[in-house]
């Protein structure tokens, strides 16, 4: 089976920078995805990573060890149209299994 | 390119009764998944069709849950009777062809509220 575990919610200031953390558990690992969900929403692709490092995109990264379990999304300088839940999706086979997402709240 | 393609966008029926969604992914995908979101939880895949045929329904409570693809383009998912713990988002999401470190496209979903 699969586990994902995520801080259930986050709260940071406009400008700033934080890490939105996923640590997993997962048999025959073939990649994490990382996606964003504004509420009532569907989630949107953020990210990919399937080699251990650091991907960056413009004001988001996304890092991953495989050794570890662990993964982080960066978000930098914040906005306010961050706010929003972050998914953490694990690819174990065939299957893109889900954590419940940590929902981060941008203050002014 | 237009998205993944939902409806309806909201539902709302009473314990008991049948409802039924309707997807049409992006054009030219050839894996179709459905998910279930319930309130405060990531999505949950029910069932994942490669072209016409199911790849995944492992986690689709069969009794009470179906769905089909039948030409391989938009798909139908079923529930009957429908339960109080049915209340949850329905995602439907494409992608290409269903490789290991393709991105999924979610539709923008159906609300379903069994009261």
């Known amino acids: 089976g699969q586990n994902i575990d995520q801080p259930t919610e986050m709260t940071a200031t406009e400008g700033a920078i934080v890490q939105i953390n996923c640590t997993y558990q997962?048999?025959?690992?073939?990649?994490l995805f990382w996606y964003q969900q504004h509420a009532g929403e569907a989630p949107t692709f953020l990210s990919y990573n399937v080699l251990d490092g650091l991907e960056e995109k413009g004001r988001f990264s996304s890092f991953l060890s495989r050794s570890k379990g662990y993964s982080y999304l960066l978000l930098k300088e914040l906005q306010m149209k961050d706010s929003a839940s972050y998914l953490c999706?694990?690819?174990?086979?065939?299957?893109?299994?889900f954590g419940a997402g940590t929902i981060l709240r941008v203050k002014s | 390119e237009a998205g993944v393609a939902q409806s309806p966008r909201y539902k709302i029926i009473e314990k008991r009764q049948s409802v039924a969604f309707w997807c049409n992914p992006i054009?030219?995908?050839?894996?179709l998944y459905w998910y279930q979101q319930i309130l405060g939880q990531g999505p949950k895949l029910l069932i994942q069709f490669q072209n016409n045929g199911v790849v995944d329904d492992s986690q689709l409570p069969k009794d009470r849950f179906s769905a089909e693809r039948l030409k391989g383009v938009d798909s139908t998912l079923k529930i009957q009777p429908a339960k109080l713990e049915d209340s949850a988002v329905y995602l439907c999401?494409?992608?290409?062809?269903?490789?290991?470190?393709?991105?999924?496209?979610f539709g923008p979903g159906t609300r379903l509220l069994v009261l």
């Open positions: 999706a694990v690819r174990g086979g065939n299957k893109l299994v």
């Open positions: 997962t048999s025959g690992f073939n990649g």
């Open positions: 054009s030219g995908h050839a894996t």
């Open positions: 999401a494409s992608s290409n062809q269903g490789q290991v470190g393709e991105t999924q496209y």
